[in-house]
């Protein structure tokens, strides 16, 4: 595989990778001095266009719309309005949120779930299209097999899913997928383990090595779930330890950072603590474990909403922008742009207008909340209302 570009780091004083040198063995005399080297980033043939198509994503105003929850997943959602758990329900609810004129301007990608049978393939199809249409980039999810319990830890999981990553990649860039996501959790009430970090961190890596070498941009998201009730400053510690982790074998495995996005949880108390920050003290402790953690050559950081409110993931988005960031800080939001959607349409065909309709409202708001311009006035009382779930899976 060509070596398509270099990248130097001084071992003795990078932070982001671990702390530890790639000059210097782990267990060497520390009297020989650190040396700086040269390591060889690859991403095969494709290198140019997992650039462009981060730059794309990442564009000025836009972000992602994340529509890749299980079907039991949306199986609750519909549930919630109550719609039975068809897949023509399913399809319906989908199509409207691709279908909705004008989308394009505020979001550059959707992430859907790819499965494989014949019946949902063909309902993805109609969604593919209709992404196209858009002039939506397209993203592939599932290349993941979903997470199981971790042997060792404290009560932690792992994700599948590494075993014929390469066929399935390619098989959806061909398909017109041109970045994929893979999402592993970490609890903080569970620890978290050293080892459970470390798995996730790995696991993330040969991934986003994988799918590079195929032509997908990899969306790279350890998720720090919300569950427990501690204060910022511990989720600050662990977001810190978790971004060093999957920093240092996103180098090991020779992932052109150029050609990742990432999809963080923001850096907030965890959802039974007592005190709740304002969106000004998330921003600063989210922005100071970015700037620790991540390398300015990323392109974008496009973040979850992890069960906060529409309103309170736009909020603490725009507070994020108020000031120069060296990354494209944006959303990638499934929940904080549906919820209302959902709520509007009931799965009434004569709804669907004003259901899109609110869709735009929810995808313009956090537009301009990534341009640092959003204001809250003006809010439904719906878009306020929190969507945390506690043991959340999908």
């Not at 329900?89 to 014949?118: D, F, M, V, W």
């Not at 592993?184 to 890596?205: D, N, Q, Y």
């Not at 990742?260 to 850096?267: D, E, N």
């Not at 069960?307 to 990638?332: C, D, I, K, R």
């Amino acid at each position: 595989m060509a070596s398509v570009t270099f990248a130097k780091f001084n071992a003795s004083s990078s932070q982001w990778i671990g702390q530890q040198s790639f000059s210097q063995r782990q267990g060497s005399s520390a009297r020989f001095p650190a040396r700086r080297v040269s390591v060889p980033i690859r991403a095969g043939s494709y290198s140019e266009e997992l650039v462009q198509t981060a730059k794309t994503v990442a564009s000025p105003g836009r972000g992602i719309l994340a529509i890749d929850e299980s079907n039991a997943t949306c199986g609750k959602r519909l549930a919630s309005i109550g719609l039975d758990n068809t897949e023509p329900n399913r399809q319906a609810y989908r199509q409207l949120l691709l279908t909705t004129p004008g989308l394009g301007e505020y979001i550059s990608g959707a992430i859907l779930l790819r499965k494989h049978c014949t019946s949902q393939q063909l309902m993805e199809r109609s969604l593919w299209t209709a992404c196209v249409k858009r002039k939506l980039c397209l993203a592939s999810k599932l290349i993941r097999y979903g997470l199981v319990p971790l042997p060792g830890s404290n009560n932690e999981s792992w994700c599948q899913g590494l075993d014929g990553l390469a066929s399935r990649s390619a098989e959806y860039y061909k398909q017109g997928a041109r970045f994929a996501k893979w999402r592993t959790v970490v609890s903080i009430p569970c620890g978290p383990s050293a080892l459970a970090v470390k798995e996730a961190a790995w696991g993330l890596a040969r991934y986003a090595a994988i799918s590079q070498d195929n032509g997908l941009v990899p969306i790279v998201e350890p998720e720090i779930l919300l569950d427990g009730d501690h204060p910022i400053d511990r989720t600050l510690e662990v977001a810190e330890k978790v971004w060093s982790e999957v920093f240092f074998y996103l180098a090991q495995n020779n992932v052109l950072f150029e050609g990742i996005l990432l999809k963080p949880s923001m850096v907030t108390p965890g959802a039974e603590h007592k005190e709740k920050a304002s969106p000004e003290t998330i921003a600063k402790y989210t922005l100071t474990m970015l700037r620790r953690r991540v390398p300015p050559a990323v392109p974008g950081i496009m973040f979850l909403s992890g069960g906060q409110s529409e309103v309170e993931a736009t909020l603490n988005l725009n507070a994020m922008n108020q000031s120069p960031n060296p990354w494209h800080v944006s959303f990638s939001y499934a929940r904080a742009l549906q919820n209302t959607v959902l709520k509007t349409w009931q799965g009434h065909p004569e709804n669907v207008e004003a259901a899109q309709k609110s869709l735009l409202v929810r995808a313009k708001a956090n537009s301009l909340a990534q341009l640092g311009k959003y204001s809250a006035e003006g809010e439904s009382e719906e878009a306020k209302k929190g969507m945390f779930v506690q043991g959340y899976t999908y």
